[in-house]
């Protein structure tokens, strides 16, 4: 157990749906991180927070959103699903000080969108 | 951009040899990070080792141990004593420091099968 939560373990939808991944970090790990990982793209940075604020942003689609909340954890939203959103989607944590960025992953969220 | 290549899409390896997967990458920056993480069947990522590159001295992680080349941007990874459970894909990974400090480039993954 790697101390990173993300539910659910599975996930099987239909186009159009709109579905929510949740995630929570190691204790003591204020950045998480989301990454999609796809046969066609392979591992993908999509979103970072920090404490609560969007730090960074990399390849997420404008149906996609996310939010980092006073607890810590973080919520990926993904809308409008279509087919080629089904990945395995990944969750991860840091604790960001400078220097010492060592991310560990949840066991990921597999989307299925039929 | 930062750009991370694997050429080896699959290798394979007898049980207690010893197999070294490659890595090499593309940047302008001149502090980074470089890691190998495998992903076993369970999907999970897990850390296999990590090299600072202001470091000299190549990582080592019991097993594990690194070839970091920074002039020739090359990084690979080597497994000795192969065993069962180091059957899994193993994907190299960049990240700078500052910035957008914290995000990883994958490459696209080296799969490895260990053999009895």
């Known amino acids: 157990d790697s101390g990173v939560t993300q539910t659910p373990k599975h996930l099987i939808t239909a186009t159009g749906q709109r579905v929510t991944l949740r995630c929570s970090p190691r204790s003591g790990d204020l950045s998480v991180y989301w990454y999609q990982q796809s046969l066609d793209q392979g591992l993908q940075f999509l979103i970072q927070?920090?404490?609560?604020?969007?730090?960074a942003k990399g390849n997420i689609l404008e149906r996609f959103s996310a939010q980092q909340f006073p607890d810590l954890h973080s919520e990926l939203n993904l809308s409008s699903l279509e087919l080629g959103d089904s990945a395995l989607y990944f969750c991860?944590?840091?604790?960001?000080?400078?220097?010492?960025?060592?991310?560990?992953f949840g066991a990921g969220s597999r989307l299925t969108v039929l | 951009a930062q750009t991370v290549t694997q050429s080896q899409p699959e290798m394979s390896v007898q049980e207690a040899e010893t197999v070294t997967l490659s890595c090499t990458y593309d940047t302008s920056e001149n502090n980074y990070y470089l890691f190998w993480y495998k992903q076993p069947p369970s999907r999970q990522m897990i850390l296999v080792i990590r090299?600072?590159?202001?470091?000299?001295q190549n990582a080592t992680e019991n097993r594990f141990s690194v070839n970091f080349q920074k002039a020739a941007k090359s990084f690979s990874l080597k497994i000795s004593d192969s065993q069962l459970g180091d059957t899994a894909m193993y994907f190299c990974a960049f990240m700078k420091l500052g910035g957008s400090q914290g995000n990883l480039i994958f490459g696209k993954g080296t799969k490895l099968s260990v053999k009895p």
């Open positions: 927070y920090y404490n609560g604020e969007e730090r």
């Open positions: 991860a944590s840091s604790v960001v000080a400078p220097g010492a960025n060592v991310l560990t």
């Open positions: 090299q600072e590159a202001y470091k000299q």
